[in-house]
């Protein structure tokens, strides 16, 4: 089945510098790929998404790019804040029409003021 | 709208207790899931629903049933408690938008220990 890999399991920056945090998925049929922040104890929020039929999506400090030829998506998070601390999820659809999305297993961000 | 509702907030089972695990949305959402989050992991899919009268399986649904006789509710069900079902649960729903995709609108979650 659909598998979502995602690296870095913890990153730390410095307040200001940029973030990275990149999946890879195993399904070539997969055409949605959202992100989630997730801060201590509480749910998950979505912060963008990308559709298959687009490389690149960019909202303020946010960005994901994706390259569906090699399979793997990226999140960018540019003038880091202490506010980005969370853990960040990646997802993928692998079927279209059935939003079973599979997530990764997160990536612990802590930007260092 | 209050979006998507779980209850309880906390729950401690013994081994062996049953308990149902309540999720409501009030968004008119067709599809609606549950997933678990173990300590430091990500969310894996336990099952999840289409539309009313409708359910399938997930990553991990063993040990777990659900059921969806309306289009709000989607409760999930633990039958036989075990300590592997120790975890935070997150009730989900989407809503088909036409496009490729809709992101998930997450409950606050119930946090379940099994001793």
Known sequence: G??????????????????V???????????????YKQELGKRPQLIIDI?????????QRIAVTLNKTAKHFSLHITETQP??????????SPTSGTYKY???????LKVLA | NAGVTQTPKF???????????????DMNHNYMYWYRQDPGMG?????????????DKG????????????????????????????????????YPTGEVGSPLHFGNGTRLTVT
């Open chain 1, 2 to 19: 659909e598998n979502v890999e995602q690296h870095p399991s913890t990153l730390s920056v410095q307040e200001g510098d940029s973030a």
């Open chain 1, 21 to 35: 945090i990149k999946c890879t998925y195993s399904d070539s049929a997969s055409n949605y790929f959202p992100w």
């Open chain 1, 51 to 59: 559709r298959s039929n687009v490389g690149e999506k960019k909202d």
């Open chain 1, 83 to 92: 506010e980005d601390s969370a853990v960040y999820f990646c997802a993928a």
């Open chain 1, 102 to 108: 599979i997530f990764g297993t997160g990536t612990r």
């Open chain 2, 11 to 25: 729950r401690i089972l013994k081994i062996g207790q049953s308990m149902t695990l309540q999720c409501a949305q």
């Open chain 2, 43 to 55: 969310l894996k899919l336990i099952y999840y629903s289409v539309g009313a009268g409708i359910t």
């Open chain 2, 59 to 94: 990553e991990v649904p063993n040990g777990y049933n659900v059921s969806r006789s309306t289009t709000e509710d989607f409760p999930l069900r633990l039958e036989l408690a075990a300590p592997s079902q120790t975890s935070v649960y997150f009730c989900a729903s989407s």
